[in-house]
């Protein structure tokens, strides 16, 4: 079986391999005169850069010229060294077709002497865009979790630090921390889900709210707006407190309680405005001012200090009625992609730093 299969490969010469992996592989090569800087291109990397139309042999400048101008300077540097050391040339660089399209093309070559003295540059081009773009979307990502991780931990330790100022009863410290870490879950797993790292407010807040979304007592109404991850952020924490001040001492106590809950975005003011309005038949003493539990705190601070927010408690008999407006700039996604632009990481710093205010 070894003696057949070494006859059969003797019908194909070094030529035929050679053929074979560049049309395979789109692999194009060139050649350069650097004496008359006059440079040579296969049909393959004719095809691959869009430069069917020059000439057989043209100067090298006319490539050179597509080149990405924030990496022309590198290439030439890397073609000098390796001419004066006469060592393997390689780089990786942006270029610019004739017909618009950028690529990232990655390069090859070595000096070869010719029979009459002179040197020639030969060398290879092959189309790395992908795997670019690919590495480009890792490195970015592993930045966006890298800074998500270090936000969620900044949220966490200043919520802790607040709920053990406020509250003297481990029970209820309990009850409050775990519960803000499950609104923090919630968001997060919706944001990991979408591509673009946003979330929809309806998607999130029936999310927070889970089964009280769909109690007949609860009657929700929330604005088609896709907010960025700091945005999420807010209103998941904003709801998670409304809820559960709403379980354990408003509406949703009350067997006949009933809650009106709604979203509006007005474009025109650049405003996101929450709404959420208690009815209790069991009427109730309104709250002093300054008697707020730690929920009310923690809602009261992080509104005021997030987006311009501008949080409003009405204290009635029949119940709490809430209001509380925002920047709707800030907190919607603008820009769709799978990474945060500078704009969002700020916003989101900022969102954060509500929680602990310097602690």
């Keep these: 079986m070894e003696d057949s299969a070494q006859s059969l490969f003797e019908y194909a010469s070094s030529e035929d391999w050679a053929q074979l992996a560049t049309g395979a592989g789109q692999i194009g090569r060139w050649v350069l005169d650097p004496e008359t800087s006059i440079v040579e291109l296969d049909d393959t990397l004719r095809e691959l850069t869009g430069m069917q139309d020059f000439p057989v042999t043209f100067l090298a400048e006319g490539f050179q010229n597509l080149i990405h101008p924030d990496d022309a300077e590198y290439v030439f540097e890397r073609l000098e060294r390796a001419r004066e050391a006469n060592q393997t040339y390689q780089a990786i660089f942006r270029f610019n077709r004739p017909d618009g399209k950028m690529i990232w093309l990655e390069g090859r070559g070595d000096f070869r002497s010719l029979p009459d003295g002179r040197a020639v540059f030969l060398g ?6 992908e795997l670019q773009t690919a590495f480009e979307a890792n490195r970015l990502l592993a930045g966006e979790m890298a800074h998500r991780v270090r936000n969620i931990l900044t949220l966490v330790s200043g919520i802790f630090r607040m709920a053990v ?20 879950n919630a968001l997060n797993a919706l944001l990991f889900e979408s591509e673009a790292r946003s979330v929809g407010a309806d998607e999130l807040m029936r ?3 889970g089964p009280v979304a769909v ?3 609860f009657n929700l109404e929330l604005a088609d707006i896709a907010l960025n991850s700091a945005g999420a952020q807010t209103i998941a924490l904003v709801t998670n407190e409304l809820m559960t001040n709403a379980v354990k001492h408003g509406a949703l106590n009350d067997p006949e309680g009933h809650i009106d809950a709604e979203l509006i975005l007005d474009r025109d003011r650049d405003e996101l405005v929450l709404n959420w309005d208690e009815t209790m038949t069991t009427i109730t003493a309104p709250r002093a001012p300054g008697a707020s539990r730690f929920g009310m705190t923690v809602l009261d601070r992080m509104t005021r200090q997030t987006f311009e927010g501008r949080p409003e408690f009405f204290w009635r008999t029949q119940g709490l009625q809430f209001r509380c407006s925002w920047k709707a700039s800030d907190m919607e996604l603008r820009d769709i992609g799978p990474a945060m632009t500078a704009r969002d990481v700020l916003v989101e710093v900022a ?3 509500a929680f602990h205010g310097g602690d």
């Design 165 to 184: 100022r406020s509250t003297d009863n481990l029970e209820e410290l309990t009850d409050a921390f775990l519960g803000r870490l499950q609104a923090l």
């Design 207 to 209: 999310s927070i709210l």
């Design 215 to 217: 109690d007949a007592r």
């Design 351 to 353: 969102a954060s730093n």
């Design 124 to 129: 290879v081009n092959y189309d790395v865009t």
